[in-house]
């Protein structure tokens, strides 16, 4: 069974940084696109950054030139380095991973809780 677990979230003050990691185990895998997503009580979940399998990237406007998505392949695992935080970025992140081959399907992470006080 496929798991992905993250970690990192916490609370921390505006121009603070965090890193979050997610890892998915349960198998070997051959991973398509890792991203990260955000949701806020009443909002849509919104794709904050993306990663291919060949290392392209892309960002939501609202992080751009402050979170880096990077991912280590031989460890199944995607990480978010976010600097410069917001009090609006504050909402609960989630791990996304779309697999092929054997494990195919769109994986999600439980979520961790990201807090930006002012």
């Known amino acids: 069974q496929v798991q992905l677990v993250e970690s990192g979230g916490g609370l921390v003050q505006a121009g603070g940084s965090l890193r979050l990691s997610c890892a998915a185990s349960?198998?070997?895998?051959?991973?398509?696109?890792m991203a990260w997503y955000r949701q806020t009580p009443g909002k849509q979940r919104e794709l904050v950054a993306l990663?291919?399998?060949?290392?392209?990237?892309n960002y939501a406007d609202s992080v751009k030139g402050r979170f880096t998505i990077s991912r280590d392949n031989p460890k199944n695992t995607v990480y978010l380095q976010m600097n410069s935080l917001k009090p609006e970025d504050t909402a609960v992140y989630y791990c996304?991973?779309?697999?092929?081959?054997?494990?195919?399907?769109?994986?999600w992470g439980q979520g961790t809780q990201v807090t930006v006080s002012s």
């Open positions: 990663i291919t399998g060949t290392g392209s990237t």
């Open positions: 349960g198998g070997i895998f051959s991973i398509n696109i």
């Open positions: 996304n991973m779309i697999m092929q081959r054997a494990y195919a399907g769109n994986y």
